[in-house]
């Protein structure tokens, strides 16, 4: 995983700290946490990522490949949030999201080394539900962790690909953030991690027409999810 939002969580709890030790100030929108029902919008930015599982196929040519994902390129996010109070501590929030982004594959033979690399897009569409739980505020500032599950699916997959990935997918996620009132609205950054708790590799593939791309597919026996997201709220 890229080392960018462990950076960016170090300094979001520095900043904390930083303002804990300032003495009280006047508070924006000081009721903005005790409505029952609102609504926002978030973008954000995330990386892609699979953990794979090889098979050890040895195909009729004798070779045995294996597959990485090396590098992790960033997608864009946006959602709609649902925020529901539950208490001065607990909200509760469904926030449904685009996702845009894709996975970069590397394929290599173990014994000569040869290499095919592939890329597939993945847009999807999830439905994630948080418990927020927040600490106290202070000043125009308040940190929070969530925790949650989400569901997922895919809005179109690219066949005839060697990895063909299943449509729908669930896991759990884990987050921070902090909520910083502003005079006209709260901007809340947050760092998320989700981890996909089902297999969503497909196996049965009679969408491959390149009877060349089958040893990459068999190559491989097990795909889970997993995210990294770093979002802007505005509410």
């Known amino acids: 995983m890229s080392k960018r939002p462990i950076y960016l969580l170090l300094l979001l709890l520095w900043f904390s700290l930083h303002l804990t030790g300032q003495e009280r100030k006047l508070q924006h929108q000081p009721y903005a946490d005790q409505r029952l029902f609102h609504l926002g919008f978030t973008l954000g930015l995330h990386t892609q990522d699979l953990i794979l599982t090889q098979s050890g196929y040895l195909n009729e040519n004798g070779e045995v490949w294996f597959s990485e994902i090396p590098h992790y390129s960033p997608g864009l996010s946006v959602g709609i949030i649902n925020d529901l109070y539950l208490n001065r501590y ?65 809005l179109a997959s690219r066949k005839n690909r060697a990895v063909l990935l299943k449509p729908f997918d669930v896991g759990i996620e884990l987050g921070v953030g902090c909520d910083f009132y502003l005079p006209l609205f709260k901007l809340s950054p947050e760092l998320k991690f989700s981890f996909g708790l089902i297999d969503i590799l497909e196996k049965e593939r009679p969408d ?11 190559s491989l026996s097990k795909a889970t999810q997993r995210m990294v997201t770093l979002s802007f709220h505005f509410e």
């Open 90 to 154: 607990m909200n509760l929030r469904a926030i449904p999201t685009l996702y845009l982004g894709d996975k970069r594959f590397v394929f290599r033979e173990q014994a000569s080394g040869e290499e095919y690399r592939s890329r597939i897009r993945n847009n999807y569409i999830a439905l994630p539900l948080h418990l927020k739980i927040s600490g106290e505020r202070f000043n125009n500032f308040r940190p929070y962790a969530l925790v949650g599950g989400y569901g997922s699916v895919e």
């Open 208 to 218: 491959l027409k390149d009877a060349s791309l089958q040893k990459y597919a068999q």
